[in-house]
């Protein structure tokens, strides 16, 4: 016959097995953020704007400035200057990669392209800047909303409902990378 333990007994053994259970829970809530934090650390968001353009990371700097909004639809930017003694060298990769086009685009064009976006929030662009090159690359097709690229940007045409855009100006190192769908 099995021996009935205390009130007592059974209280602090119920309160073990959840002060048990706590702490595995917090070490496995501890674990999670460990693992994700040295992910985010992980992430050159330069490195993967520049391989998203055909473009070598080696150019990426440490440090840029990344947005991110949306669920279903997303748009992202990503900012960033490239070294000083790389800008050459990458003008010169740009001119002869697939999606770029070396020409140039003044900052008057960028802003009118950008009037096709959810999201308007640009890093400021002085007055009377020209970027040396752009890359379009459509993800998805032209939705209902149809937005046609102007000026030095038209041969774009009808703006896609996703695409990944890019201007890059080797005077200042200034990359401006976009991924938008939706």
């Known amino acids: 016959m099995a021996q009935r333990l205390p009130n007592r007994e059974k209280a602090l053994r119920r309160i073990a097995k959840l002060l048990g259970i706590t702490m595995l829970l917090a070490l496995a809530f501890g674990a999670g953020v460990l693992y994700e934090n040295e992910h985010v650390l992980q992430v050159n968001h330069a490195a993967w704007a520049l391989k998203k ?80 090159a752009w890359f379009y690359r459509e993800t998805h097709e032209p939705s209902g909303y149809v937005h046609v690229a102007t000026g030095s940007l038209s041969p774009i045409g009808a703006i896609g409902y996703g695409f990944e855009f890019a201007v890059y100006d080797i005077e200042t190192g200034l990359m401006i990378f976009i991924d938008q769908f939706g």
């Not at 960033?80 to 064009?109: C, H, M, N, Y």
């Not at 929030?121 to 800047?129: D, L, R």
């Open 53 to 132: 353009c055909n473009l070598s990371q080696a150019y990426a700097p440490r440090f840029c400035l990344r947005g991110f909004t949306g669920f279903r639809d997303t748009y992202e930017q990503i900012v960033f200057a490239v070294e000083e003694d790389q800008r050459p060298v990458l003008i010169q990769e740009i001119s002869r990669t697939k999606g770029w086009t070396a020409e140039s685009v003044p900052a008057e064009d960028f802003l009118a392209f950008s009037k096709a976006f959810w999201y308007k929030e640009f890093p400021p662009i002085p007055e009377g800047m020209v970027f040396d």
